[in-house]
Structures are given as structure tokens and as C-alpha cells.
């Protein structure tokens, strides 16, 4: 079974800060992992996501993410966040062995930008 | 848009009822997932079907079940409600391929139990 933790539930940050964003994950079986963001009153969008090859990954709106087998990390990253950055992020991982299997997500952390 | 759509857009009902939530999947992905988004539990994966199949289920209740028809689109049927039941509920479609499990989510429905 696989299991994700975000570490921070709430992150607020001003506008034009760096933001990390961590994720960790616990698994017996090789994974892919992916971050989604949700903006207020929408549904999940796929930010970035990770299968294979290099280990850092880069997304849309500047966001990128380093996978880290050794410490079962996928931490998201940001170097200068906008006001529009304000909203819901969330780690998740599918068993990378079984065909398009469900998505196992973390609780979600808060990303406030304030000016 | 991410080519999902879902029907309705909010839902409110009251506690002993029973709906009906409409999924339609990207063109092309034969893979639909159902999943519940509650301020306690967070995003749950309900349950998927692959090609009118059912292929995986998680935390669904009893009282709650699903199909998928042969033009693939899918509707998750919710009955005997209660008032926990009132969530957000997401679709999402991927192609089903291994190698390929991005999964594509729609608007959502909001479910309200009144």
C-alpha cells in the first residue's frame, strides 16, 4: 500500500518569494508521482509529474519538483511566486506495475501569496 | 478545461435520497475514476472502471455504486443518503496504458445533504 504525507498544511509566503512545498511518500512497490493544483470552486489540474529519467522535474507556471528515492521525497518548488499562485496543492502516487491504477493523494498543503 | 465534463455542477438533496452523478471522459481514455473530496477525509478514490469494467475498488460505501456504459462515459450512483455524504465529487479519465497514468479531472459535482 502507498501512503503520502505533505508536510505543511498551510504555507503562507509573500509575493515574489521562493516556496518549497513538501511531500513525502511510503510505498513497498515502485511509483510515479505527480502534484495537482486546485484553484477555489475548480477541479484539479495536473502541475507537473514524474515516470522516469531525470529527477528533476519541470511543470507548468515555473513550478518544478525533485524526486529523491533515497529519502522518498518529491518536494515542489517555486523561485518567485505571484498572487495567482494562491491555492491547493496536492501529492499523490500510483503504483508505477499495475496499468493506470487510482491515484493515492496527501491531504493537500495551502499556498497563501500575499502582496 | 481538461476535457472531462461532469453533471450536474451542485446537487442538493436531502438525507434518504438517492442520485445520480455524470461523467463523461476525455476522447480516447477508456480508464474513468471516481473520487470523493471532504474537508475530514481529504481526496478518496472511490472506484474505477476500464472499458465497462470494473477494475479497482477503494473506500466506497455499500450504499453507493457505479458503471460505466459502452460509450464510456460513467455514473456514480449515491443512495440512502446522509448528511456525511455531502462532499465534492470528481471524475477523472486517463488513457489506462502503464506507462501513461496521467489522470485528466473534471469541474467536480458538489454534493449537498440536507
Known amino acids: 500500500a502507498q501512503s503520502v504525507t505533505q508536510l505543511d498544511s498551510q504555507v503562507p509566503v509573500f509575493e515574489e518569494a521562493p516556496v518549497e512545498l513538501r511531500c513525502n511518500y511510503s510505498s513497498s512497490v515502485s511509483v510515479y508521482l505527480f502534484w495537482y493544483v486546485q484553484y477555489p470552486n475548480q477541479g484539479l489540474q495536473l502541475l507537473l509529474k514524474?515516470?522516469?529519467?531525470?529527477?528533476l522535474v519541470k511543470g507548468i507556471n515555473g513550478f518544478e519538483a525533485e524526486f529523491n528515492k533515497s529519502q522518498t521525497s518529491f518536494h515542489l518548488r517555486k523561485p518567485s511566486v505571484h498572487i495567482s499562485d494562491t491555492a491547493e496543492y496536492f501529492c499523490?502516487?500510483?503504483?508505477?506495475?499495475?496499468?493506470?491504477?487510482?491515484?493515492?493523494f496527501g491531504k493537500g498543503t495551502t499556498l497563501s501569496v500575499s502582496s | 478545461d481538461s476535457g472531462v465534463t461532469q453533471t450536474p455542477k451542485h446537487l442538493i438533496t436531502a438525507t434518504g435520497q438517492r442520485v445520480t452523478l455524470r461523467c463523461s471522459p476525455r476522447s480516447g481514455d477508456l480508464s474513468v475514476y471516481w473520487y470523493q473530496q471532504s474537508l475530514d477525509q481529504g481526496l478518496q478514490f472511490l472506484i474505477q472502471?476500464?472499458?465497462?469494467?470494473?477494475?479497482a475498488k477503494g473506500n466506497i460505501l455499500e450504499r453507493f455504486s457505479a458503471q460505466q456504459f459502452p460509450d464510456l462515459h460513467s455514473e456514480l450512483n449515491l443512495s440512502s443518503l446522509e448528511l456525511g455524504d455531502s462532499a465534492l465529487y470528481f471524475c477523472?479519465?486517463?488513457?489506462?496504458?502503464?506507462?501513461?497514468?496521467?489522470?485528466?479531472f473534471g469541474p467536480g459535482t458538489r454534493l449537498t445533504v440536507l
Open positions: 499523490a502516487v500510483s503504483d508505477r506495475a499495475q496499468a493506470g491504477t487510482a491515484l493515492i
Open positions: 477523472a479519465s486517463s488513457v489506462g496504458r502503464r506507462d501513461h497514468n496521467e489522470q485528466f
Open positions: 472502471y476500464y472499458n465497462g469494467e470494473e477494475r
Open positions: 514524474y515516470l522516469s529519467g531525470s529527477t
